[in-house]
């Protein structure tokens, strides 16, 4: 059974996500459909900003730390190049893998026998962020817990010159 501390810091922990979430697909949709850059520069570019975003809401909401720590700063960057390079990864590997259709949307002018465009959204694209993100989400969730905010976190090759 879940506790209710880890409910609590779960669903902090969604709530970020989520807006993280929409911050990285919409850099990421913007940046690769409306100005054409390649997918992969996109993506990691809008991982890098959400990730900052996520560390100080996380770090100040979920888990409730104020205090400024070098280590834990490190930890976490170190948990965002893991779970960031599988992000970026697990995205490629998605849109390689699902078909590319489209969703439309469209404004129908019936006395003129005229279709409009008036939303198009790549679904391959939409989908892809979807399973990276839930691929990131799970990894970054338990490092979190684990390893970056815990008070006394476990202690990895990463931690050695920690120990005295």
Same mark, same amino acid.
């Given at each position: 059974?879940?506790? #209710?501390?880890?409910?609590?810091e779960?669903?902090?922990?969604?709530?970020?996500?989520? %807006?993280?979430f929409?911050?990285?697909?919409?850099?990421? =949709?913007?940046?690769?459909?409306?100005?054409?850059?390649?997918?992969?520069?996109?993506k990691? /570019?809008?991982?890098? &900003?959400?990730? @900052? &975003?996520?560390? =100080?809401?996380?770090?100040?909401?979920?888990?409730?730390q104020?205090?400024?720590?070098? +280590? #834990?700063?490190? #930890?976490y960057?170190? &948990?965002?190049?893991?779970?960031? %390079?599988?992000?970026?990864?697990?995205?490629?590997?998605? @849109?390689?893998? %699902?078909?590319?259709?489209?969703?439309?949307?469209?404004? /129908? =002018?019936?006395? #003129?026998?005229?279709?409009?465009?008036?939303?198009?959204? +790549? @679904?391959?694209k !939409?989908?892809?962020?979807?399973?990276?993100?839930?691929?990131?989400?799970?990894?970054n969730?338990?490092?979190?817990? @684990?390893?970056?905010?815990?008070?006394?976190?476990?202690t !990895?090759?990463?931690?050695?010159?920690?120990?005295?």
């Amino acid at each position: 059974m879940i506790s #209710r501390d880890t409910y609590i810091e779960l669903t902090k922990f969604g709530i970020v996500g989520g %807006l993280c979430f929409a911050l990285d697909f919409g850099i990421y =949709y913007g940046l690769s459909e409306g100005a054409g850059v390649p997918t992969v520069v996109a993506k990691s /570019i809008s991982v890098v &900003l959400a990730t @900052l &975003l996520n560390y =100080y809401l996380n770090k100040s909401w979920t888990w409730g730390q104020s205090n400024r720590d070098s +280590k #834990r700063l490190a #930890r976490y960057m170190a &948990l965002y190049v893991v779970s960031g %390079l599988m992000n970026v990864a697990s995205n490629e590997l998605f @849109l390689n893998i %699902l078909p590319d259709n489209e969703f439309q949307m469209l404004v /129908i =002018y019936t006395d #003129r026998l005229v279709q409009t465009p008036f939303l198009t959204l +790549k @679904l391959d694209k !939409f989908l892809a962020v979807i399973g990276a993100t839930l691929v990131g989400m799970m990894v970054n969730f338990l490092g979190q817990k @684990l390893w970056v905010f815990k008070s006394t976190p476990l202690t !990895f090759p990463l931690d050695a010159g920690d120990v005295k």
